[in-house]
């Protein structure tokens, strides 16, 4: 740890001029005090030597300080009590004088060194506590592994003495395996000088080589890597967790999906191909003489459940298109009144109970679209429409050209749809009725709304009094240009 | 005729080859069937039927390709049956020789009535055109430049007959925009289908009872336009 960063390095080097400084101060206050000796006691200069003793232990540590009070003793002896200039002690004064000054200035020492080391740790803890902090901050916010791994091995090397960081984790059955290396100048060469496990309780993650500048790491080194390990390790399971979380979510989403495609499908197929087999069935049969009517009846319905069949594998092939974005509409310059006239007629028999009216203007540009996939969207509008509002009642096809492009409305009486549904009818499988009360597969407006979206415009619809209006806009350029007029040719 | 007309049915799905050779049989038609694409150049050599009906969907080859092959040395009406919808399709059968497409699945109604014209047309080619085509109370007079609707003339500018004669001589048959656009205005306008869309637009107007509704100048979605003339 880099308590005192420009601390030398070597620490044993450190120690020896620790050591070495204590015993300067001694001597320096023994040189000090050889001039004031004829005026002082000795029982002054035994205080005084307390001085150098302390100084030394705040300075440098328990031990210079211990030495420093050994040498004090010794010194004290050897020049200030008699016999002078040897270590032997004649007076029993003096014995008892030295024997509690070395007593003193032991337990002084080590009551100092205590209180330094106590100190000392706190200050290392606060530091541990801080380095903690900051990288527990960095790897909440992160969202990948790679960026985990990234972040624990750069924060690693700048809060261990180290010149490189390498963080691999593994790969797991979903997620590939990520590598993350931190260097401080050029890339280590060599094995690391330690490598750490990234373990949660549950599961193995990875693993963390450092390569340290010099020695070892100390025991509370130790304990910090670990903290930081288990830290990134945690990290990465939160990461792995929460992913697995959203990908099981998004499959539950498109199971119920899938499986209301299936029950609206099924139905949806069973119910038309129940009357055809019933019909066929019954003019197969040998035990009833159909009469021509009866016959006919038969069969219409025959063909028109095929027909609806046909509608539906029709409808599900454009949703699969749309879904997948292969949708793509061949644009040219069509006149929208023939469009519409067009589906106008082909729905003739579907429209018979309703009052259906087209109003559209004589001077309506032409309009680039897929003829075909807008004779889709007027089938589709015009089908709900005739599903949902009552017989007898009017539907309203109307365009008019303005700043957004061509904007077709397709109006209906049908009862009003809730704001909040208004948005969502446009989605697949959306019903605000129950699924057995109306036919259909859901699908319709959700392939208006890929065509339209396909075209470069827009679809909506709107509660209106007595009306629930459906809008779309379409684009009146395309490529960015209106249609050329048409060339008139010679006459020959 | 005094024979009755041969049909080659060229398509490898037994549910309909069974269908229908036994409706086209009932319907005086002598039919003969091939499932691959190779079988059937073979057996229209062999044996030159006056129709083919030709599904896109073989096993071998291409459909289109059948088509083209056949085109080379052949003036057989082909007419296309094929579940694939999309415009694209038609129009490249269309263009590179076949006379006429229904998508699977098909009213036999429709079907009849579409080798009825493929056969009248074949028949029109092989010599005896005429000039003279009516279509309701509407006739096109070909070699006169003349268009009357009861009875009376109807105005047309040159750029609106050209177009009208177009369609009317290859009455009953679906022609494609470029096709149309190529042989009305030429080469360089093939994809101006705008053009068509202000023109038919007008002819409707001025010989369609309603021209919203039109019963002469029908629109084949996506693909072009035809003709309807009378029986």
Known sequence: MRILPNLIQNKFLNLLLRFLAAILTIAALTFLMQAFKPELANQVIVLIYLLPVMLSTVLWGLGPGILAAFLAFLTFNYFYLEPLHTLQVHANQDLILLTIFLIVAVVLAQLIGQARQGERLARSREWEATRMYELISALARLQDVQSVAQVLADQTRETFDCTQVEVTTLEKKDEASAAARSIESAVAIGEPSSRVRLDTAREHEGELCLWLSGGQLSREEQRLLSAFTSQGALAIERIRLARGEKRSRLLEESDKLKSSLLNSVSHELRTPLSAIKASVSSLRSQTVDWNAPERNELLATIEEETDHLNLLVGNLLDMSRIESGALKPHRTWNAMSEIVWGVARKMRSQLQEHHLVIELPADLPLVPTDYVMMEQVFTNLLSNSIKYARMGTRIEITAAADDGGLHTQVANQSPQVPEEHLEAIFEKFHRITEADKVTGTGLGLSICKGIIEAHGGRIWATNEPDRFVFHFTLPLTLDGALPDSPREIENG | ?231
């Open chain 2, 1 to 231: 005729m005094d024979k009755d007309p041969a049909i080659l049915l060229i398509d490898d799905e037994p549910q309909i080859l069974r269908a229908l050779k036994t409706i086209l049989a009932a319907n005086h038609f002598r039919v003969t069937s091939a499932v691959t694409g190779e079988q059937g150049i073979a057996m229209a050599v062999a044996q030159p039927p006056d129709l083919i009906i030709l599904d896109l969907t073989l096993p071998d080859m291409d459909g289109i390709a059948v088509a083209e092959s056949i085109r080379e040395w052949s003036q057989v009406p082909i007419i296309v049956l094929s579940v694939r919808d999309s415009e694209k399709d038609k129009v490249a059968a269309l263009d590179r020789g076949a006379d006429d497409y229904l998508t699977k699945p098909f009213g036999i109604e429709e079907l009849l009535a579409r080798i009825r014209v493929a056969l009248r047309h074949s028949e029109k080619t092989l010599g005896n055109k005429g000039s003279l085509i009516k279509a309701g109370t509407v006739i096109v007079d070909l070699a006169r430049h003349l268009v009357t609707l009861r009875g009376e003339e109807i105005r047309l500018t040159a750029t609106e007959f050209k177009l009208l004669a177009y369609l009317a001589a290859h009455a009953d048959r679906v022609l494609t925009h470029q096709a149309i656009l190529t042989q009305v205005w030429g080469f360089e306008d093939y994809d101006h289908v705008e053009y068509l869309r202000v023109y038919i637009g007008q002819l409707r107007k001025k010989l369609e009872q309603n021209p919203d509704e039109p019963q002469i100048l029908l629109t084949e979605p996506g693909v072009g336009y035809r003709f309807k003339a009378s029986e």
